[in-house]
């Protein structure tokens, strides 16, 4: 659960990226929360929803004007709370279309939310242009990944609780 003191120190630290991005958009991306199952498409678990409402409530006030996710429910239930809260309709792109992902993104007039998959973010973050290469732990799902499109794109990468 977060408690008051880590909303606001995540709070405050998406706002000075913000602030100093001016008028760049940012992209932030996370990997979809917890499933409840193994299986090809299976729902967000309990903690994976709780994660998911934790994510909008970070991303309250990040100003996001377009989310993509995947073709699968967990990214799509993990984005839910977001889009409702910034209301803003997800666009589903095929997890294995990273080029057509990164040409959406390229273009965005404003920021961005994209859930993924632990096997695709770090390839979307390279294409980006993100040269700092990104592992991501079977059991994490924790990063919130923060990236300032600019000429030489920047990457900031935090961990949000549950």
Known sequence: MITAGRLIIIAAILFFTLSTAAA????????HAEKAADGNDPDLSAAGQQRAEGLARILKDAEITAIFTTEFKRTQETAAPTAKESHVSATVIPANQIPALVEKLRGLKGNGLVVGHGNTIPDLLKALGIETPVKISENDYSDLFVITMVDKPQLLRLHYPD
Request: no cysteine; hydrophobic share 60%; net charge positive.
């Open 24 to 31: 760049s958009p940012i992209i932030f991306v996370v990997r």
